[in-house]
């Protein structure tokens, strides 16, 4: 069958995507990813044919983002949900998205949870869709009565039928969830089969091999919103001093040779891969973010979690709730107080035996590529 993998401009919106298209494709079936043009670059390091779609007017967009300073998190996250996701990227992608279902007329559509414009041409063209959770349940409960408006005035049904209704598919342990947002029988759970694999040793960046590994990243966003810099120079001033080794990744938007000069224990990168780290690391300090906190409880790292924005505050606070680490509200003031966090995950038996638990949890969980069956059917 052909598969039209429909995601936005974010490698945390196209990950988890990318175990279940993966699978698609080693069973055998033609996998093509539609996203926006800029997205492109990312598109091709995963090895798919993309079908470009127009981005959002960065004016747009601007004057969106501009108004979230002065508000409360709940109404930012309101916004990016309902303004940014629902309206103005949907609005122009979904020109080229219906252009791309006509001429590749696929079986099934497979999208993330923010991606619409797919979403409104599937139930335009009666294609069958199944959706790829970029969060916690709790994300999609928020989202629903966010998205009625614009949604429903780009041409879906109101009461968006299907929208998080249908096969949904999710890294998320069931003990990760909010117990009152969890999902029904629809949600299914897998793991990430692509993440298993050999321990390579790390590069030796450090003068004292010895010590344990802490790593710290917080996403492939922060850095381009105006907290780099300064978080950045915070946290690992803040790490200077404890009998550790930090591996910090800034992402594109960030450049290592700002954070000079650098505390001996710390090595800094753009970029280095989590599945590669995740095996040597004690703890991790992140910022929340979906992708990457399922990368360290699926390896059992303990971790410090402070969020930033958009879903993040949720799943730290699940972090906490579930004893695999611990959560820091208030954003970039709360790095005074990560020095003690970091030592308390590395020392305390109770969290490092919380993080084990939920690992051994997603472990015992299919592997994504038992999901094929379950999107055969859909297709069918």
């Not at 995963?46 to 747009?60: I, K, N, Q, S, T």
């Not at 601007?62 to 979230?68: H, I, S, T, W, Y």
């Not at 300064?230 to 938007?253: E, F, K, N, Q, S």
């Not at 790292?301 to 730290?316: E, G, K």
Request: charged share 20%; glycine share 12%.
């Amino acid at each position: 069958m052909r598969v039209l993998v429909a995601t936005t401009a974010g490698s945390g919106h196209f990950g988890p995507l990318l175990p279940f298209a993966g699978a698609l494709r080693e069973a055998g079936h033609e996998v093509v990813v539609a996203a926006p043009a800029s997205f492109a670059p990312a598109v091709s390091r995963a090895g798919y044919p993309h079908r470009p779609l127009a981005d959002a007017a960065p004016g747009e967009l601007g004057a969106v983002f501009a108004r979230l300073p002065s508000l409360s998190w709940e109404e930012a996250n309101a916004q990016v949900i309902g303004e940014v996701f629902g309206r103005i990227d949907t609005r122009a992608a979904l020109p080229g998205m219906e252009a791309a279902v006509k001429a590749l007329r696929p079986d099934l559509i497979l999208r993330e949870s923010a991606e619409f414009s797919s979403y409104l041409t599937a139930e335009r063209l009666g294609v069958p869709h199944a959706h790829v959770s970029v969060g916690l349940g709790l994300l999609n409960v928020f989202s629903r009565p966010v998205l009625e408006a614009p949604l429903t005035e780009l041409g879906a049904e109101p009461g968006l039928p299907g929208l998080f209704s249908l096969a949904t598919l999710t890294m998320a342990p069931a003990s990760f969830e909010d117990p009152a947002t969890a999902g029904g029988d629809e949600v299914r759970r897998f793991r990430d089969d692509t993440a298993d694999g050999a321990e390579d040793p790390l590069p030796g960046w450090w003068p004292n091999a010895a010590d344990p590994l802490v790593y710290m990243t917080f996403g492939t966003v922060a850095a381009g919103m105006g907290l780099f810099p300064d978080l950045y120079r915070g946290a690992v001033g803040a790490l200077a001093d404890l009998p550790i080794r930090v591996l910090l990744t800034v992402g594109d938007a960030g450049d290592p040779s700002a954070l000079d000069p650098l505390p001996a224990n710390v090595h800094v990168e753009r970029w280095f891969p989590q599945r590669a780290v995740m095996p040597h690391a004690s703890a991790m300090v992140g910022h929340g973010g979906f992708g990457t906190t399922m990368s360290g409880l699926a390896n059992g790292v303990p971790m410090v979690v402070v969020p930033l924005f958009a879903d993040q505050p949720h799943n730290a606070r699940r972090v906490d709730a579930i004893g695999a680490g611990v959560a820091l509200d208030g954003g970039p003031a709360a790095i005074g107080a990560l020095a003690g966090a970091v030592a308390r995950v590395l020392t305390d038996d109770s969290i490092r035996a919380g993080a084990r638990r939920i690992a051994d949890e997603i472990a015992g969980l299919p592997a994504a590529a038992e999901a094929v069956p379950l999107l055969e059917g859909l297709a069918r």
